[in-house]
């Protein structure tokens, strides 16, 4: 291997920080012997803090309703194609009562910004929810609120928030958004959401439309700074009704990389190995897990709204994306060595 490289790479190991600089370098001379190397201590790391586990989370999708207009989502309000649908609170305690017989000891409920979720309805599934299981986690990733709102919802019981910031970089951020979404406004929801207590989760697309390689240094930078719980980065696939159609999706051999560069920044970090990423290849999640991601999060959404919460073309919601087959997501596990636990899978503090 390039002798720069190696030297980037046991720096990153020892010290957990390279500079932005040193990162987009990493990013650029990456080859095959590089993405081994990375990937082996990355598993290494790992496998001294949470050893063979892969942790599963039931993922449901509640709403594909949204008053936002991010350029990249299917889901975005301007998309008149989208057949709308939204869960009852009903309908989402059944899934989740469905998912804890299945195994399941975290939920996520994920959805657009639907104003029907108020916080008094989401106090009250949360509080539910928390009453019925009260040895599950409850994750929400539902964008953007006041800090009023994350306050009444982690009092509810709502224990970990997903918001990815999509992008470290500002003008890459306003490329990605409307007008009036603003980068600002995502990272103070982040910060309050630490501020009140939640596990978080940041992250960000892998090859959307006008990414550098600085940009995804910035990115690495971010997450060694805010040190998250939680990161879910996974490739942008193009949505046939969004102004992005045209654009090539990102590549599976990059998200694993950055797997693998994520883990030793930052090595307890809960990674999972997403949805996107078993899309564009049928054997992604096992090559994420491999490169050093240790979560995954299938489909616990009643099947017939599943193909509506349709953020990317071809999105996968059957087979082991779907909760009701976890018996083959776990014999895919075993069969790399892995196995799927059956707690909360909480973050786990020790830090390398
Ligand atoms: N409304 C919530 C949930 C968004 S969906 C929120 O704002 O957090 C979860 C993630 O899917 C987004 O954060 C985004 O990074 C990702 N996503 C959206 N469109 C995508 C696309 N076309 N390709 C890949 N990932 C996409």
Same mark, same amino acid.
């Given at each position: 291997?390039?002798?720069?490289?190696?030297?980037?790479?046991?720096?990153?190991?020892?010290?957990?920080?390279?500079?932005?600089?040193?990162?987009?370098?990493?990013?650029?001379?990456?080859?095959?012997?590089?993405?081994?190397?990375?990937?082996?201590?990355?598993?290494?790391?790992?496998?001294?803090?949470?050893?063979?586990?892969?942790?599963?989370?039931?993922?449901?999708?509640?709403?594909?309703?949204?008053?936002?207009?991010?350029?990249?989502?299917?889901?975005?309000?301007?998309?008149?194609?989208?057949?709308?649908?939204?869960?009852?609170?009903?309908?989402?305690?059944?899934?989740?009562?469905?998912?804890?017989?299945?195994?399941?000891?975290?939920?996520?409920?994920?959805?657009?910004?639907?104003?029907?979720?108020?916080?008094?309805?989401?106090?009250?599934?949360?509080?539910?929810?928390?009453?019925?299981?009260?040895?599950?986690?409850?994750?929400?990733?539902?964008?953007?609120?006041?800090?009023?709102?994350?306050?009444?919802?982690?009092?509810?019981?709502?224990?970990?928030?997903?918001?990815?910031?999509?992008?470290?970089?500002?003008?890459?951020?306003?490329?990605?958004?409307?007008?009036?979404?603003?980068?600002?406004?995502?990272?103070?929801?982040?910060?309050?959401?630490?501020?009140?207590?939640?596990?978080?989760?940041?992250?960000?697309?892998?090859?959307?439309?006008?990414?550098?390689?600085?940009?995804?240094?910035?990115?690495?930078?971010?997450?060694?700074?805010?040190?998250?719980?939680?990161?879910?980065?996974?490739?942008?696939?193009?949505?046939?009704?969004?102004?992005?159609?045209?654009?090539?999706?990102?590549?599976?051999?990059?998200?694993?990389?950055?797997?693998?560069?994520?883990?030793?920044?930052?090595?307890?970090?809960?990674?999972?190995?997403?949805?996107?990423?078993?899309?564009?290849?049928?054997?992604?999640?096992?090559?994420?897990?491999?490169?050093?991601?240790?979560?995954?999060?299938?489909? @616990? !959404?009643?099947?017939?709204?599943?193909?509506? =919460? $349709? +953020?990317?073309?071809?999105?996968?919601?059957?087979?082991?994306? /779907? *909760?009701?087959?976890?018996?083959? @997501? !776990?014999?895919?596990?075993?069969?790399?060595? =892995? $196995? +799927?636990?059956?707690?909360?899978?909480?973050?786990?503090?020790? /830090? *390398?």
């Amino acid at each position: 291997m390039d002798s720069r490289l190696s030297g980037l790479i046991e720096k990153l190991g020892t010290r957990h920080s390279l500079s932005r600089d040193e990162y987009a370098e990493l990013l650029r001379l990456r080859d095959g012997d590089s993405a081994r190397e990375l990937a082996s201590r990355a598993v290494e790391l790992r496998q001294q803090i949470y050893g063979k586990r892969v942790f599963i989370r039931g993922l449901i999708e509640l709403s594909n309703i949204c008053k936002n207009d991010c350029l990249y989502c299917g889901i975005r309000r301007s998309n008149r194609s989208c057949r709308r649908y939204r869960l009852s609170p009903d309908q989402i305690i059944d899934c989740a009562d469905e998912g804890y017989t299945l195994g399941f000891r975290t939920f996520v409920l994920q959805g657009g910004e639907d104003a029907f979720f108020t916080d008094e309805v989401l106090c009250s599934i949360i509080s539910e929810l928390k009453k019925r299981h009260p040895d599950c986690a409850v994750t929400l990733s539902l964008g953007e609120r006041s800090r009023e709102s994350y306050a009444l919802l982690r009092k509810a019981g709502a224990d970990r928030y997903l918001l990815r910031h999509e992008t470290a970089d500002r003008a890459h951020y306003e490329k990605l958004h409307p007008a009036d979404m603003s980068f600002d406004n995502r990272l103070r929801c982040l910060n309050d959401l630490k501020e009140l207590g939640y596990q978080v989760g940041c992250g960000f697309m892998v090859g959307s439309p006008y990414q550098t390689e600085a940009h995804i240094a910035a990115d690495l930078k971010f997450i060694e700074e805010f040190k998250p719980e939680m990161c879910g980065i996974g490739p942008f696939i193009p949505h046939r009704d969004s102004p992005f159609r045209d654009c090539p999706a990102g590549s599976a051999e990059l998200t694993c990389y950055l797997l693998s560069i994520i883990r030793l920044i930052h090595p307890p970090v809960l990674l999972p190995a997403t949805t996107a990423l078993g899309t564009i290849d049928p054997c992604g999640r096992e090559k994420g897990i491999l490169s050093g991601a240790n979560v995954v999060m299938p489909n @616990l !959404s009643p099947a017939d709204v599943r193909s509506k =919460y $349709e +953020l990317y073309n071809n999105k996968i919601s059957s087979g082991e994306e /779907s *909760a009701q087959h976890v018996s083959q @997501l !776990s014999r895919r596990m075993r069969s790399i060595g =892995y $196995e +799927l636990a059956a707690d909360r899978g909480d973050f786990s503090g020790v /830090s *390398a």
